[in-house]
């Protein structure tokens, strides 16, 4: 089953909320926000980003897509990831994201 970019973007902003302390009142943290160059997300951070969604949704995403502007901003997160689910063979297993 794939999920949906909507609840990737909801487990992807909690995930960021929670493991990087970003506070629920910060205006400057939006699900269009660049993680990197806003200061949310560093390097270190990143890897534990790909590892929480490759691992929650069951999917591998591919390098070229790590490095590219749509792995920057949860939006476009979820739209790799809900794509990689989607692939023939990869993801769309069970998972403790919301769906």
Request: aromatic residues 10%; glycine residues 8%; proline residues 3%.
């Amino acid at each position: 089953m794939a999920f949906s970019p909507t609840s990737i973007a909801e487990a992807i902003e909690r995930f960021i909320r929670t493991e990087f302390q970003v506070a629920d009142n910060d205006p400057m943290f939006t699900r269009d926000a660049h993680l990197f160059e806003c200061g949310f997300v560093d390097s270190v951070g990143f890897v534990q980003l790909v590892t929480f969604a490759e691992s929650t949704f069951d999917v591998q995403v591919d390098e070229d897509v790590l490095m590219s502007e749509d792995f920057t901003t949860i939006n476009g997160i979820s739209k790799v990831v809900a794509s990689s689910s989607a692939q023939p063979g990869r993801g769309g297993g069970s998972s403790m994201a919301t769906r």
